[in-house]
């Protein structure tokens, strides 16, 4: 009976540690040296984003990536993966173990979410989503853009994609197109009566 009882705790206790590890989020440097070797092997660069579950404008990059209109343009080009970072202390559990060291790394701990930059497969940062000055480095503080949205950022964003990929024209501006539907619509002005003022 002893050894029955061993048995079954053993066994709860290896599917609980098990399950356990299935369900946490992979560390940073893991989940980039993936990223990193898939690009080298696809020959692509790799579009990194940080995020978390809170972050509205993170939902709406998501979506305009994975839009069925430029997906595959996107997919053609670049590893896209994700890093789970700065999380609500009751989700920090969603967090990927050393994202916000990745995050500073990349200079965008002051960015606000969702922050991106696009590497080679060599792990070399090419671009992120601060917009800086014509010319200025990439060492250069700028003021991140999020998901681009107005009409300015997603040109900035599409004249980065030009220059980390293959895509065409055509092709950018599909993106483009996609991405300007970001744009937050105005609120409406209340309508005074005459006879209100």
């Known amino acids: 009976m002893k050894k029955q009882i061993l048995l079954f705790a053993t066994i709860f206790l290896s ?15 893991a989940v980039l040296k993936q990223a990193y070797v898939q690009a080298k092997k696809e020959h692509k660069n790799v579009l990194l984003m940080f995020h978390a579950s809170w972050c509205g404008w993170c939902k709406k990059m998501d979506a305009s990536l994975n839009d069925p209109s430029c997906k595959k343009f996107i997919d053609d080009n670049y590893v896209v993966t994700q890093l789970d970072v700065l999380e609500q202390p009751a989700k920090a559990n969603l967090e ?14 002051k960015s606000g979410l969702p922050f991106w ?7 070399k940062l090419l671009a992120d989503s601060q917009i800086r000055p014509k010319g200025a480095s990439l060492d ?52 005074t009566s005459p006879s209100s003022k």
């Open 117 to 123: 930059v696009i590497l080679d497969a060599k792990g």
């Open 140 to 191: 250069t503080p700028g003021e991140s853009m999020g998901c681009p949205a107005q009409e300015s950022e997603v040109a900035y964003f599409a004249q980065i994609l030009k220059s980390t990929s293959k895509l065409n024209d055509e092709q950018l501006a599909v993106i483009s197109k996609r991405f300007a539907l970001n744009k937050p619509v105005p609120a409406a002005k209340p309508v």
């Open 15 to 29: 599917a609980a540690t098990l399950s356990f590890a299935q369900d946490a989020p992979a560390p940073s440097d």
């Open 96 to 109: 990927n173990p050393g994202s916000l060291d990745q995050l500073k790394a990349f200079k965008g701990e």
